[in-house]
């Protein structure tokens, strides 16, 4: 009995999410881009190869424990990667990193799960100022905030919006200071209308954050995303999903790659 209900529900969800990914998105196939991959397959990223990445300062919030992404875009494109995250195993991920700055890679990725081992990074052409930590949590305000505890203490990341547990306000957190995009082009004195690219892998908070950067005319040239809530069945996550998409297509914006689950590049036109 409780396979066959495991079963269905696998049915399910997998035709739920093809519906999603059809009604929701309208990805646009552009023959013409050039797509790249950077980073293991589990914390990778694909984003258009453009020459106005080359010794670019973009904004990576979300780290966890796979900074694969990162580090290969700092190398490739020269360029200085702004990553924000306070969750503690991510702050001390990113400590090792710092301490073994200059060495090579010695090890295979782990593509199976989020955490990378020190050695599976190529670290021999990133420098003390190629990667930047901002040990806060990415939002639309400036103000201290719980940040709950995933439901499996064995996953590194946090979430504001808590959707992992069904948007409860009474499970495990952590207090930590925010702090927004706006604030960040201010401090590292980056032109607004000539931000390059955005990554979020913030666990929900991805919508406020993006509704934050449309409210306020901040427009990056990519924006890489992982729409969390896709990940849980929820018709509030599609919800709050779909609007949010619908935002970014007035702005200007277009879907030209997915990797069928929930990561989406989306460019401006």
């Not at 040990?135 to 995933?150: M, Q, T």
């Not at 200007?252 to 689950?261: A, L, S, W």
Request: charged share 25%; aromatic share 12%; proline share 3%.
């Amino acid at each position: 009995m409780i396979f066959k209900k495991n079963f269905i529900y696998k049915i399910f969800y997998f035709l739920y999410r093809k519906l999603v990914n059809r009604f929701i998105f309208s990805i646009q196939n552009s023959p013409e881009l050039n797509l790249t991959h950077l980073g293991s397959d589990y914390g990778g990223w694909t984003l258009v190869d453009e020459d106005y990445l080359k010794n670019s300062t973009i904004i990576s919030a979300g780290l966890g424990e796979d900074a694969s992404f990162d580090i290969e875009f700092a190398s490739k494109y020269n360029a200085k990667v702004i990553i924000i995250d306070p969750t503690p195993r991510a702050i001390q991920h990113f400590g090792e990193i710092i301490n073994n700055l200059g060495n090579r890679k010695i090890k295979k990725y782990n593509n199976k799960s989020g955490k990378q081992l020190i050695g599976t990074y190529d670290l021999k052409n990133i420098h003390f100022n190629s990667l930047v930590m901002i040990k806060k949590a990415l939002w639309k305000n400036i103000e201290k905030i719980k940040f709950f505890a995933p439901p499996n203490s064995k996953h590194v990341s946090y979430s504001i919006t808590n959707f992992q547990n069904n948007y409860r306000d009474d499970t495990p957190f952590i207090e930590v200071d925010t702090t927004t995009i706006g604030e960040i082009l201010s401090e590292f004195k980056i032109n607004p209308d000539n931000l390059p690219l955005v990554k979020l892998d913030i666990e929900g908070a991805e919508i406020e954050v993006l509704n934050y950067c449309m409210h306020e005319g901040i427009k990056p040239k990519q924006i890489l995303v992982e729409f969390d809530e896709l990940n849980i069945l929820s018709k509030r996550g599609v919800s709050r999903i779909s609007k949010i998409n619908d935002i970014l297509m007035k702005n200007g914006y277009r879907i030209v790659f997915t990797n069928g689950q929930a990561n989406f590049l989306y460019i401006r036109s």
